[in-house]
């Protein structure tokens, strides 16, 4: 009786059969992380020598975050740390906190997050905190409470100054330019070109910015845009467009039209939107901070915080190895420098 | 089949008829620890139990407290809504709209904490969101009589839709701290969040509603079949009406949970989720064609998929590797149902004599 095959113990059996396979499948990877580990997870959360380093971007397989882990990773293997990337596949405000727990199970040394949410993550990172983590975030801020660091890619002046500085050089520092931005209500934008006008008056007397058009960060309203600059200011000389949309969607514009070498055009744009308007002559450079270098400093700075050689306090100053020195500055925020200007020298170098 | 020799249902009780009416002799063939032991529930229950000793033992810093406490917050949206969501598919409905209601809901409570309401009242309205919710769809389902399927990938969407709209790309982020930290608040002592407490409550709810009421007896009738469940009394139309507005209404409170426990209202909160619950529903055991399952079965089906990726997530696999692994686990589990079926049909002979049976077995 007790062997006989009832048709309802089948089915536990085949629940037994796959219980199995699930654990087999864990011991697998269990074990396989050991030995790969380092042993990292081993060291209490807080300790000095617990180089483990988490970088926890807005998603993976981001070609952006790509670039930057990238360079969190040289960062870390250069100081003989323990890099590891995890993340969620979709950039949804909360799906980074189950990674930012796990993170903190593990007791990592500290966490490097570019922020889906500046508050959704934010009791996470600080429970991570609590247990002596080191929590440094980058690209995107969460508030300011939540975090020991934040490494900003670039600030208004360094943005709105590469860009003044580039258009300058390419129409030989005088004539008219205009400015094609994203809507007339963006924070930075708005910002950004407040500067440029004043540093432009300051630094190039006979650059006159005649215009200042909203492409609403929509490709075809950018083109459309772009079009009509050009037919309204014959004499237009240069456009700027500190948007990635903006600059992609003039260089197309330009491109194609009698205006071509004859208009310069610079802004804000990534590598490989602009690659093609780079290399035919549309686009003689642009502007961008360069995500390997952010993630870079990123790592070193998770570092300098866990051997504790700096605490956050504003003027505090770490070595970042390649990059060279920096300083804490107001809202424990480290600056990486001016923003990295993409021509057709270095283009190729970079995929994001 | 061997209904042949299933005796006739003496039971005067007209709504239990129709789930008795699919038994047939072998059920009552074995012992009650065996009927009790051998079932699919009980398989799942085994392999949570499995996976989770698998894990303490192998799995670095699975064995800390903490790592339940951030477990049970992670799956807390899964196990409310798959309550009332097995009862749904046990009458052979689905709902695909739980978590554009989870949405709707988050939204309306941000509005409302940004317009000053107390958190209390305005939970209440988003309750009473998500039950207006829940009541479109059991009235497009039961009055028009429009397949629950098609019905629900449309509300997905307009709820989806109205729930973006109202607070467009934006987050409300400023919260009492009080109704935060309630949302994250351990029991004394322990890492067990005190949210458990309200899911506990609603699965006795839930529990003792299907397995101990005739309004239970008759989801398991109409899902065994509609029309037969109809002849015999139940109130099929009123039964699935109810059930969607259950669904709704836990949907959305799953959704004032979710919102205070990220601190953040949004639109898109909580997008996708409605197929993790649905996939946990069925991992425990309940039957898509409706007509069987059981509330412990899909408890340890959500909470086997949280144990199995919050384990993977601690040895680094990605999310990617994790969502094969749970697809392949709940894929196995479907196919092992069929396929024990097909056997099971094969192994009894065409004169409906079962081969080694256990009456064959005592002759």
Redesign the interface.
Same mark, same amino acid.
């Given at each position: 009786?007790l062997f006989?095959? +009832?048709?309802?113990?089948? &089915?536990?059996r085949?629940? !037994?059969v796959?219980?199995? !396979? $699930?654990?087999i499948?864990? +011991?697998a @990877?269990? *074990?396989?992380?050991?030995s790969t580990?380092g042993g990292s &997870?081993d060291a209490a959360g807080g300790d000095t020598g617990n180089l483990a380093v988490t970088f926890i971007p807005k998603n993976?397989g981001n070609p952006y975050f790509d670039t930057s882990d990238k360079g969190g990773k040289t960062a870390v293997e250069s100081f003989s740390g323990t890099f590891?990337e $995890? =993340?969620?596949?979709?950039a949804?405000?909360?799906a980074q $906190?189950?990674?930012i727990? @796990?993170a &903190? @199970?593990? =007791?990592v040394g500290a966490l490097v997050v570019a922020a889906n949410?500046? @508050?959704?993550? *934010?009791?996470a990172l600080n429970e991570a905190r609590d247990t002596g983590i080191k929590v440094v975030t980058f690209d995107s801020d969460t508030d300011p409470e939540c975090r020991d660091l934040f490494i900003n890619q670039a600030d208004a002046e360094g943005i709105a100054k590469v860009q003044i500085d580039e258009i300058a050089k390419q129409i030989g520092e005088s004539g008219e330019v205009a400015i094609l931005s994203a809507t007339a209500n963006a924070t930075n934008q708005n910002a950004w070109i407040e500067q440029m006008k004043t540093y432009a008056a300051s630094e190039y007397p006979n650059i006159t910015i005649v215009d200042t058009v909203y492409g609403d960060d929509d490709d075809q309203t950018s083109f459309d845009k772009t079009a009509a600059l050009l037919q309204s200011h014959p004499n237009l000389k240069g456009i700027v467009s500190p948007t990635t949309v903006g600059i992609a969607a003039a260089a197309r514009y330009l491109q194609t039209s009698e205006y071509k070498g004859k208009v310069a055009l610079t802004g804000l744009g990534t590598p490989n939107q602009m690659r093609d308007y780079v290399e035919d002559g549309t686009v003689t450079s642009f502007a961008l901070w360069n995500p390997e270098d952010l993630g870079y400093l990123s790592a070193m700075a998770a570092k300098a915080l866990i051997e504790g050689t700096i605490t956050g306090a504003e003027g505090d100053s770490f070595e970042a190895g390649d990059l060279g020195s920096f300083k804490v500055g107001a809202d424990q925020t480290v600056l990486l420098g001016d923003p990295f200007v993409f021509d057709k020298s270095n283009i190729g170098d970079f995929d994001f | 089949m061997t209904t042949a020799t299933a005796t006739p249902n003496p039971t005067p009780n007209p709504q239990a008829a129709p789930a008795k009416a699919a038994r047939v002799y072998k059920d009552y063939g074995q012992p009650l620890w065996r009927r009790i032991l051998f079932t699919r529930e009980t398989a799942i229950i085994g392999l949570l139990a499995l996976v989770v000793i698998v894990s303490l033992i192998t799995v670095k810093g699975f064995s800390q407290p903490v790592t339940l406490g951030y477990l049970l917050l992670d799956i807390m949206p899964i196990l409310l809504i798959a309550l009332p969501m097995t009862l749904v598919m046990i009458t052979g409905e689905i709902d695909l709209s739980v978590a554009s209601v989870v949405g709707l809901s988050s939204a309306t409570l941000g509005l409302l904490n940004q317009a000053g309401v107390d958190i209390g009242v305005a939970a209440i309205i988003c309750l009473v969101v998500g039950a207006l919710g829940g009541a479109l769809n059991g009235f497009l389902v039961t009055v028009v009589g429009l397949p629950s399927l098609a019905v629900t990938i449309g509300t997905l969407a307009l709820y989806r839709g109205l729930a973006v709209g109202l607070l467009g790309t934006t987050a409300v982020t400023d919260w009492p701290k009080f109704w935060t930290d309630l949302a994250k608040a351990k029991i004394g002592g322990t890492t067990i969040p005190v949210v458990v407490i309200l899911f506990l409550v609603l699965a006795i709810v839930f529990a003792v509603l299907l397995h101990f009421t005739p309004f239970g007896r008759g989801i398991y009738a109409i899902g065994l079949s509609s029309e037969a469940a109809s002849f015999s009394g139940v109130h099929v139309n009123r039964t699935k009406f109810i059930l969607f507005v259950l669904t709704g209404t836990v949907s959305a409170l799953a959704g004032i949970y979710y919102t205070l426990r990220f601190g953040s209202a949004r639109g898109d909160n909580a997008t996708g989720l409605e197929l993790q619950v649905i996939a946990a529903v069925v991992l425990g055991g309940v039957s898509v064609f409706g007509g069987r399952g059981a509330l412990h079965g899909v408890i340890a089906g959500v909470l086997l998929i949280g144990v199995l990726s919050s384990a993977l997530r601690l040895v680094n696999v990605t999310s990617d590797v994790i969502n094969i692994i749970t697809g392949v686990l709940l894929v196995l589990s479907v196919v092992a149902a069929s396929f024990l079926a097909w056997v099971r049909k094969k192994r009894i002979g065409p004169g409906g004599k079962k081969h080694g049976g256990p009456i064959a077995a005592k002759a």
């Open positions: 009786m006989h095959n +009832l048709g309802k113990g089948k &089915t536990a085949a629940g !037994a796959a219980a199995l !396979a $699930v654990s499948a864990l +011991l @990877t269990g *074990c396989a992380s050991d580990g &997870t993976l590891q $995890v =993340g969620p596949a979709e949804s405000p909360d $906190v189950s990674y727990n @796990t &903190t @199970t593990q =007791g949410d500046p @508050t959704a993550i *934010c009791d | -």
